[in-house]
């Protein structure tokens, strides 16, 4: 009948007979140093196509991506190139002309490592410093610290090539520090270094009580106490040696003149306050002088209420006053008073407690006084 099939049967294809080219998409990198094994991923251009590997002086052979390689220490050359059938019949196998290839070095020695400086133990200070060293290809350290044995106070890596460490604000207690060496394979120093140390800083210590700082008393005493537990105190008057003493702590017979008393933490270890608590107070044991500074002036007259204002060169003075036969009694100025008409004297003596204890009384022995009238 001559019919056909309208729809025929077809295929198209593509003939390509160039050389595929092969890429390594992961591995170690030229230059690099690793650990074994080793593995690289490639792929090529042609679907087609297969791979063949080699390493080093070897022969290529037959390999598929991934490629997972366990080599010895040293240096070492990695090649892969991709294959394909071209031509006629079953083909004849056709290689790129310059397959890629990566050259790397395999090292698995782990380094040791060695902490070079250190500090002494006891140490009186926050901060300390250490250094490091290490053999084999250091890329860089890391290291933990811990206080006791459950505290962990640093644990992290120093930046590459730094071998330096420095630890601050550290406070009273056991310390440790390890150390490990890591190379630039990667390899981590099997064996730490470790080194233990104490941190025992100085006590601090405080004043709690004190003379005046103008006094006219020989004896003087002083109250202390420190935060620290279990301390002991040393004590210096005038420069003297310290000696060592216990709060409250009492110093007879001064003489008059400027004195300084100084005093000391010091804690199990022998370490004292290096900013020991001082006190600078004057001793004057000489009679207080009054001056009326204000008041109705001498011969003059004036209303019934009148004022006077008064002062001493003693800073610890008080004061006593009383007016014409009356007793002296205690008084503060400014003092007002209202007197009747007539002729008034007006008196004020300055009072000081001087001598050893709570003192005795010396009053001025010239006081002060002024005669006016009241109209």
Not at 159 to 166: D, E, K, P
Not at 197 to 219: C, H, R, V, Y
Request: charged content about 10%; overall charge negative; hydrophobic content about 40%.
């Amino acid at each position: 009948a001559g019919n056909v099939d309208p729809t025929p049967a077809q295929y198209t294809w593509t003939v390509d007979t160039a050389a595929a080219m092969t890429t390594i998409n992961s591995g170690p990198v030229t230059g690099s140093t690793t650990k074994s094994p080793v593995t690289f991923t490639f792929s090529a251009d042609k679907a087609d196509a297969t791979f063949e590997c080699k390493v080093d002086a070897g022969g290529y052979g037959v390999c598929v991506s991934p490629r997972v390689l366990t080599l010895s220490n040293g240096s070492h050359l990695f090649y892969v190139r991709s294959k394909r059938m071209t031509g006629a019949g079953t083909g004849t196998a056709t290689y790129e002309a310059l397959p890629p290839s990566v050259g790397w070095t395999i090292d698995t020695v782990a380094p040791t490592v060695a902490i070079v400086t250190k500090p002494g133990t006891p140490v009186n200070s926050s901060t300390v410093n250490f250094t490091f060293s290490s053999t084999g290809d250091l890329d860089h350290y890391n290291y933990k610290v811990m206080k006791g044995v459950v505290q962990v106070i640093a644990e992290t890596s120093l930046g590459v090539g730094i071998n330096a460490l420095q630890l601050n604000n550290l406070t009273d207690g056991a310390y440790a520090v390890t150390v490990w060496a890591v190379d630039a394979a990667g390899n981590k120093s099997a064996v730490p270094a470790t080194y233990n140390w104490t941190i025992q800083l100085p006590p601090e210590t405080a004043l709690t009580s004190t003379p005046a700082l103008f006094s006219g008393l020989t004896t003087a005493t002083f109250g202390f106490n420190s935060p620290n537990a279990g301390v002991t105190f040393e004590c210096s008057l005038d420069g003297t040696n310290y000696v060592a003493c216990v709060s409250p702590v009492t110093y007879r017979f001064m003489t008059d003149a400027l004195h300084t008393f100084a005093v000391r933490a010091k804690n199990s270890g022998g370490v004292v306050d290096s900013s020991p608590a001082s006190y600078s107070w004057t001793v004057d044991t000489t009679a207080p002088e009054t001056t009326i500074i204000s008041g109705p002036a001498a011969g003059s007259l004036s209303g019934a209420a009148v004022a006077f204002v008064f002062t001493s060169d003693k800073s610890d003075a008080t004061f006593e006053c009383k007016v014409d036969a009356d007793p002296y009694a205690a008084c503060v100025a400014p003092l007002n008073l209202t007197l009747a008409a007539g002729p008034h004297t007006f008196y004020v003596r300055a009072k000081r407690m001087i001598g050893a204890g709570s003192g005795t009384a010396i009053f001025d022995f010239t006081p002060a006084q002024v005669s006016w009238t009241v109209n």
